[in-house]
């Protein structure tokens, strides 16, 4: 059977293209440390793991926050300043304020120069159900189109995020690969989506992953650079 050529290369962000726990862990220590000083109130009852136990407990609960992960942390502080009398406007603050540290990412080595390279070979792109904001982070110029489920109004692996983001780069679902790290939400995702599905398995991220005996990725890839070259061969070869 004929498979079309691959003419796209779309990119989850997170675990991806740079360690995303540490990231979260300082930005909400720096949250931590902002709101100690601007609203003392609220860490006086609200520790972090507080905070993140309320995440958990209002995601369980209204799953319209799958898709709007900016939105459920904003719900969350909001919901600690009303509880202890202070002023939630200054929840757009303290926002701002986790935002910034949550894009002072890291990108893996080989990210810059796998990027670069697939900018002259294909269209590129990334859908993401986080919030990363690659303008901040300075990769913006390197993708045709990015599309996050908090704009978008669906997170993956619902197939519509995925034929979003095929739309906007004018290409098929065939003839579009993505890759990620999690096994369920990109690879099984992009593949029920019509697109082929790569597992980004880097070495070292916490939690681990682990691939379901029923999910069967067109490729495995421990970096980017086994990606080009898996990627580079079937581009040249059109398969």
């Known amino acids: 059977m004929h498979t079309p050529p691959i003419k796209a290369v779309l990119f989850d962000l997170d ?4 360690p995303i726990v540490p990231v979260i862990k300082r930005a ?3 949250l931590h440390d902002w709101l100690t000083i601007h ?4 860490t006086q009852q609200f520790t972090s793991d507080r905070l993140r136990d309320m995440r958990s407990a209002l995601l369980a609960a209204d799953n319209r926050y799958q898709a709007n992960l900016w939105a459920l942390r904003h719900a969350t502080l909001t919901a600690a300043f009303h509880a202890v009398g202070d002023d939630a406007a200054k929840v757009e603050l303290a926002m701002a304020v ?4 949550r894009n002072a990412v890291t990108p893996f080595e080989d990210v810059l120069p796998t990027l670069t390279r697939l900018n002259g070979l294909v269209k590129v792109g990334s859908i993401s159900n986080g919030f990363a904001d690659l303008e901040e982070i300075g990769l913006a110029h390197h993708f045709h189109i990015s599309i996050a489920a908090h704009t978008s109004g669906c997170a993956k692996p619902d197939a519509a995020i995925f034929h979003a983001a095929c739309d906007a780069m004018e290409v098929t679902p065939a003839e579009a690969v993505y890759v990620g790290d999690d096994p369920v939400l990109d690879v099984e995702g992009a593949q029920k989506a019509g697109l082929r599905g790569v597992w980004m398995n880097r070495s070292g991220l916490e939690p681990i992953r682990t691939l379901p005996g029923h999910i069967q990725p067109d490729a495995v890839c421990t970096t980017l650079y ?3 070259l898996w990627l580079t061969e079937r581009i040249i070869k059109k398969i």
């Open 15 to 18: 675990d991806t293209l740079w």
């Open 226 to 228: 086994e990606l080009d």
């Open 39 to 42: 609203a003392p109130s609220v």
């Open 98 to 101: 986790f935002s910034k540290a």
């Open 28 to 30: 909400e220590m720096v």
